[in-house]
């Protein structure tokens, strides 16, 4: 079955990076669009970015310029690197893909800025 697990998440002080990871199990990695997204408490859960199959990238407006998102199809790994990182950028953080008309997440993982 599909799974995606996070990792890197943590406490940050305004200004300071992480880079997160998530690794894919179940899929032909290579093939799948892969994306991360974000939920603030008591907000909608946002999409930040996402990189296609094919290598296009697409980030939402508040993190361009901030954050990367890159992939490695040898490891099975999407990556979300995340620079000058503000206290607006306090989520859970989770990745997901999809598998025809099916979604699948990870458990998400907690990133907290603040000093």
């Known amino acids: 079955q599909v799974q995606l697990v996070e990792s890197g998440g943590g406490l940050v002080q305004p200004g300071g990076s992480l880079r997160l990871s998530c690794a894919a199990s179940g899929i032909i990695f290579s093939s799948a669009d892969m994306a991360w997204y974000r939920q603030a408490p008591g907000k909608q859960r946002e999409l930040v970015a996402i990189?296609?199959?094919?290598?296009?990238?697409y980030y939402v407006d508040s993190v361009k310029g901030r954050f990367t998102i890159s992939r490695d199809n040898a490891k099975n790994t999407v990556y979300l690197q995340m620079n000058s990182l503000k206290p607006d950028d306090t989520a859970a953080y989770y990745c997901?893909?999809?598998?025809?008309?099916?979604?699948?997440w990870g458990q998400g993982t907690q990133v907290t800025v603040s000093s």
């Open positions: 990189i296609f199959s094919g290598g296009h990238i």
């Open positions: 997901k893909t999809n598998l025809g008309l099916r979604d699948y």
